[in-house]
C-alpha cells in the first residue's frame, strides 16, 4: 500500500526549482540570434494615425520595422469576438494600441529606435467613462457604445417589492484593479521551418495563443506550437492578454527571420495590459420586517474599455452572482457592458464576481441596518441552502456550504463576543473598531455551457524513463496545479507521487484541456485525469496479470516493460458535462455552472478617526471547496486570495488622467505588503461535489470575492459611515464625513 496523496500537504513540484533559482521564466531563455522588440505606441485615447515618419538619423537599416502590412493573416486578435486589431492602421481607441513594431539586435537598441519614430494623429472625441459612453460623446461601439447586454429574470420583482414592508436602495461603485503579478508580462517568438511558428512565454492558456496565431499568420494551427515557460504569476491577467503580445512578436519573428523575444517594463506592462472591469451596481430591495428578500432589482453596469475582449463573459459571471447567495423568489436583474476608450478590461481571479459580491454584500448591511437586525440574521434568514433555487433557476442539490461556512468563521472569530467587546471599546476610543461579514459563492468552471463546448481533452502517457506524465495544458502559474493534478492521478491509480510527472504545457505535445482559468482545473481537468487515471491502472493490472494494487516499489520497471513489449500508450480522456447541467445562454437560464463554492469572511479593522486610516487587524475567511487535494496549498490560495481582495476592497486605486494610466508603477499604485496584510485565518469547509476529483470543486478565485465587502463592512461598522465605492480610502471617508456632518 501507498501512502495516500489527496489530502495530505504535499511539497509543490516546482517549488525548489523556484526557490533554488533554477526555473526558466522567459526572460530567462536566451535563443541563438535573438533579437528584442518594442512597440511604438497611441499616445491619444481615441484618433486616426495621419502620418509615421521614421527619423532619418537613425540607422534603420540595422533593425526590423513592421507595420500592420507584414501581418500574414487578418489583422485581428481572436479572443471571443474579432474586433481587436493587433496594429491599427487608421482609427485607434485607446493609448497604448501598436502603430509600429520594431526588432533589434538589443533590447536598448529597439528601445532607442522606438524613440525615433514621430506619429501623427488626428484627435477623435474620447468615451472615458460610462456616463461618456451614454452621452455618446463619442460613437465608439455600434449604434450606443453597448458592447453586451444581458437580463435574468424570475418571479415578478416589482410587484414583490411594492408589497415589501421595507424597500432599501443602493448605489456600489468599483474600480479598476491591477493584477500586479511579480514577472510583466513577457513573450519569445521563433520561426520554424516550414512557414512555422513557435511561442513560448509568460502565459496561462497556450491554446488561446495558437487559436491567435493561426488567424493572425495564416497558418494551420499544427504549424504553431505555444509553450509556457515557468510563469511568475497571471491571476487572469495573462489569460487574454499574450495573445496579443504573441501576435507583435511572430510579426517581427517573421519579419526579421529569427527569434524575437519582448518582455515589458512595469509601467509599460501596467499602462497597456488589463485590468477589472470598474463597474457600478444599483440595487432596489424589498424585505419584509423579519429580513426575509422578496424581490430584487439588480442593475450591473460595467466599464469594458476598447475592445471586447472577455467582457461578454465577465459581465455574464458578474451578473450570476449578482444576488449574493441568497435566496430570491423574484429578481429582475440587468446588465451591460460600455465601450470606453482605454484599454481593455479583461480577466482578474472572480472574473465579474468581486465587482456584483462586493454589492450585494454592502447591500445585506445596510438592509440589516434598516431594518434594525443584525448583520449576521440577515444572512442567516436568506442564504442558499440545499434545495434552493438560483435566480437563473438553476436548483442547488449538492455540496452548498454556505451555511457551514458562515457558522465556521463566527465560531473561529468568536464573533458574537468581539462584536459586544467592539462596542465597549468603541466608546472610549478614537480609534474605532469594526467587524464585518461577508458571505459568497463562485461558481466553478466555464459559465453555462462553456464546458460543454470545450470538451477538456486530457491524457497520461507511459514514458521511457518510467515515469507516467500527465498530458494537460493546464499550466502552472504559483496556484499549485501541477502538484494537485499529480496528486489526483497518483490516488487514483493508487501509485506513489513521484511515479507521476507532467508534460510541459505545449501546444505541440498536449491536447486541449481548455484554458486554466475559471477556478476549473481542479475540477474539469482533474476529473478527467481521474478517468484516465483509473484507466491506465487497469491497463497496468492486465499487463502485469494481476488486480491487485500496482507494486509500487516495481512500477517505473513495468511502465518500461510494458513501452518494450507493447509500445507506446497514452491514455486521453474527455469531460463530459452531466447531462442534467442545462443552461439557455440566450436567456440566462438555467444551470450557469457545474457547482458552486461557498465562502465567509469576518474581518476586523481599526479606524483612526483624525486621520481616518484603516488598519486592517484580522480576516477569517472559510472557504468550502468539496475536499482539499492540498491543504496547504488550499490555504495558499485563501490567504492570496484574501489579500488580493482586502487591497481591493480599502488600498488600490488605479487612476487614470484623460485615458492615460498615472497609477503606472508601484510607487504610487498601492498593494498591501506585509506590513498592511491582516492576519489571516483559514478554515477549509469540505461538503463534497459529486462531478469532481475525491469530491473537489474549484477554489483559485473563491476568496477573490470576500475580503473587500467584509472590509468595508467592516469600516462601516467602525465608524458608522457608508462607504459604497471601493477601494474605501481614508479621502473617500473624509468625503462621506462631510456628507453624514460627522466631521470633527
Ligand atoms: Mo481567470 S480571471 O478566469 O484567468
Same mark, same amino acid.
Given at each position: ?44 485615447? $481615441? ?5 509615421? @515618419? ?121 474600480? $479598476? ?143 450570476? $452572482? ?110 474605532? =473598531? ?71 504545457? *505545449? ?93 465567509? *469572511? ?119 459611515? *457608508? ?11 473624509? @468625503?462621506?464625513? =462631510? ?6
Amino acid at each position: 500500500m501507498v501512502d495516500k496523496c489527496v489530502g495530505e500537504s504535499l511539497t509543490r513540484r516546482d517549488a525548489l526549482d523556484k526557490v533554488r533559482g533554477a526555473a526558466k521564466y522567459v526572460d530567462d531563455i536566451d535563443l541563438p540570434g535573438m533579437w528584442h522588440g518594442a512597440v511604438v505606441r497611441t499616445q491619444i485615447p $481615441h484618433g486616426k494615425i495621419k502620418d509615421v @515618419k521614421l527619423d532619418p538619423a537613425f540607422p534603420w537599416d540595422e533593425v526590423c520595422v513592421a507595420d500592420a502590412r507584414d501581418i500574414p493573416g487578418r489583422n485581428c486578435v481572436a479572443i471571443i469576438e474579432e474586433d481587436l486589431p493587433l496594429i491599427i492602421t487608421d482609427e485607434f481607441k485607446h493609448i497604448g494600441e501598436a502603430v509600429l513594431l520594431i526588432a533589434a539586435p538589443t533590447r536598448e537598441m529597439a528601445l532607442r529606435a522606438r524613440d525615433h519614430v514621430k506619429v501623427s494623429c488626428r484627435k477623435l472625441e474620447p468615451v472615458l467613462t460610462i456616463e461618456d459612453a451614454k452621452a455618446m460623446r463619442s460613437k465608439i461601439r455600434g449604434a450606443d457604445n453597448i458592447f453586451f447586454k444581458y437580463k435574468i429574470e424570475c418571479g415578478d420583482a416589482s410587484k414583490a417589492i411594492k408589497k415589501a414592508d421595507l424597500i432599501v436602495e443602493g448605489r456600489y461603485e468599483v474600480g $479598476h484593479q491591477e493584477h500586479a503579478y511579480i514577472e510583466p508580462n513577457g513573450i519569445i517568438a521563433a520561426p520554424r521551418d516550414g512557414g512555422g511558428i513557435e511561442i513560448v512565454g509568460s502565459l496561462q492558456c497556450p491554446f488561446y495563443i495558437s487559436k491567435a496565431m493561426a488567424i493572425l499568420m495564416n497558418l494551420p494551427e499544427d504549424k504553431i506550437s505555444v509553450r509556457q515557460a515557468t510563469v511568475g504569476g497571471a491571476f487572469g491577467g495573462k489569460e487574454d492578454y499574450p495573445s496579443l503580445l504573441a501576435g507583435y512578436a511572430a510579426v517581427l519573428a517573421r519579419k526579421a527571420n529569427r527569434p524575437v523575444k519582448i518582455i515589458y517594463e512595469r509601467d509599460e506592462d501596467m499602462s497597456v495590459t488589463t485590468k477589472r472591469h470598474p463597474a457600478v451596481v444599483v440595487h432596489r430591495s424589498g424585505v419584509k420586517r423579519d429580513g426575509t428578500i422578496l424581490g430584487m432589482e439588480i442593475s450591473v453596469e460595467m466599464e469594458a474599455g476598447a475592445y471586447s475582449t472577455l467582457t461578454a463573459v465577465v459581465l455574464s459571471r458578474g451578473l450570476i $452572482h449578482a444576488t449574493g447567495p441568497y435566496r430570491c423568489e423574484n429578481v429582475l436583474a440587468n446588465a451591460v457592458a460600455y465601450a470606453t476608450n482605454t484599454p481593455p478590461n479583461g480577466a482578474f481571479r472572480g472574473f465579474g464576481a468581486p465587482q456584483t459580491i462586493f454589492a450585494i454584500e454592502r447591500h445585506m448591511d445596510r438592509i440589516a441596518l434598516a431594518l434594525g437586525i443584525s448583520p449576521l440574521e440577515i444572512r442567516r434568514k436568506n442564504m442558499f441552502k440545499l434545495g434552493d433555487v438560483t435566480s437563473t433557476g438553476q436548483r442547488l442539490t449538492e455540496s452548498v456550504g454556505a451555511t457551514k461556512c458562515l457558522d465556521a468563521v463566527i465560531a473561529s472569530s468568536d464573533y458574537k463576543k468581539r462584536i459586544v467587546e467592539i462596542a465597549k471599546h468603541n466608546k472610549s476610543s478614537q480609534i474605532k =473598531r469594526g467587524l464585518g461579514l461577508s458571505l459568497y459563492w463562485h461558481g466553478a468552471a466555464f459559465t453555462g455551457s462553456g464546458e460543454a463546448k470545450i470538451k477538456a481533452k486530457a491524457g497520461l502517457r507511459l514514458d521511457p524513463d518510467g515515469v507516467i506524465r500527465l498530458l494537460v495544458a493546464a499550466t502552472e502559474m504559483g496556484q499549485g496545479a501541477h502538484t494537485v493534478l499529480v496528486q489526483i492521478v497518483a490516488d487514483a491509480m493508487g501509485v506513489g507521487f513521484s511515479h507521476i510527472g507532467v508534460e510541459t504545457p *505545449d501546444t505541440a505535445l498536449v491536447p486541449n484541456s481548455g484554458p486554466t482559468v475559471a477556478s476549473r482545473t481542479t475540477l474539469v481537468v482533474g476529473s478527467v485525469l481521474d478517468k484516465c487515471a483509473r484507466k491506465m491502472k487497469a491497463a497496468l493490472q492486465e499487463f502485469i496479470g494481476s488486480e491487485d494494487s500496482l507494486p509500487d516499489d516495481k512500477l517505473s520497471n513495468i511502465v518500461k516493460r510494458y513501452l518494450k513489449e507493447r509500445g507506446p500508450l497514452t491514455i486521453v480522456e474527455q469531460f463530459q458535462l452531466p447531462p442534467n447541467i442545462v443552461w439557455d445562454e440566450l436567456n440566462h437560464k438555467g444551470d450557469a455552472y457545474p457547482g458552486y463554492s461557498w465562502g465567509a *469572511d469576518v474581518a476586523e479593522v481599526e479606524v483612526d478617526m483624525t486621520t481616518l486610516d484603516v488598519s486592517m487587524k484580522k480576516i477569517w475567511v472559510a472557504c468550502d471547496i468539496g475536499r482539499a487535494i492540498n491543504p496547504k496549498l488550499v490555504e495558499g490560495q485563501i490567504e492570496g486570495g484574501t489579500l488580493q481582495s482586502v487591497g481591493y476592497g480599502a488600498m488600490e486605486s488605479v487612476i487614470w488622467n484623460d485615458g492615460r494610466l498615472v497609477t503606472n508603477r508601484f510607487q504610487n499604485y498601492i498593494i498591501p505588503t506585509s506590513l498592511d496584510a491582516p492576519e489571516i485565518e483559514t478554515i477549509i469547509v469540505e461538503e463534497p461535489f459529486s462531478i469532481g476529483p475525491f469530491g473537489a470543486k474549484g477554489l483559485g478565485e473563491l476568496p477573490m470575492n470576500g475580503g473587500a465587502p467584509a472590509i468595508a463592512n467592516a469600516i462601516a461598522h467602525a465608524t458608522g459611515l *457608508d462607504p459604497c465605492s471601493l477601494p474605501v480610502t481614508p479621502e473617500k471617508l473624509l @468625503k462621506e464625513m =462631510r456628507i453624514s456632518g460627522n466631521e470633527k
